[in-house]
């Protein structure tokens, strides 16, 4: 794949992930606080909740936002050596996902709090058995399994 291309691809997917998260999240914050909508009785709500922790809710109330943050900024970065290193489509996008993900999910660290990277995440997707989450999380998360069942199917070509 040219560079360009490359570059041009990873931006689209980056710059989607982000931008489609920002608006839900801003969409989230000024209709749901206190009036959550039900979409699917049973199946799909959509319910306002501010998470500290990690993505779905982990370690809610823990403190690690900071760190957390420090991650996510790691996680960015390796995703674009990642990125400049690929020459596989369904692999930038995948590692474009990822870092979309981080990224949304950083700036409401930096912009939701009072100190420096210690904000909540907006999270407002609600699914019986699963916490509550956001586009980032998706993004993230799909990001993962992507790129994993990519390496899966490379091992069982390898062999």
Do not use: C
Not at 131 to 153: E, H, K, M
């Amino acid at each position: 794949m040219a560079r360009g291309a490359r570059w041009g691809l990873a931006a689209l997917v980056f710059g989607a992930v982000l931008v489609l998260d920002q608006l839900t999240k801003a969409w989230a914050v000024g209709r749901l606080p206190g009036d959550p909508l039900v979409a699917v009785d049973g199946w799909l709500e959509f319910v306002y909740a501010e998470n500290t922790g990690f993505a779905f809710g982990l370690l809610h109330g823990s403190g690690v936002g900071g760190f957390i943050s420090l991650v996510a900024v790691a996680a960015i970065v390796a995703m674009v050596v990642l990125v400049s290193r690929s020459e596989r489509v369904w692999e930038i996008v995948g590692f474009s996902l990822v870092a979309g993900g981080a990224a949304g999910n950083l700036v409401d660290r930096l912009l939701r709090g009072d100190g420096l990277a210690d904000g909540s995440v907006v999270d407002f997707v609600k699914i019986p058995l699963i916490p509550n989450f956001n586009v980032a999380d998706v993004a993230l998360t799909t990001g993962v399994i992507l790129l994993l069942l990519l390496s899966v199917r490379a091992e069982a070509h390898a062999r």
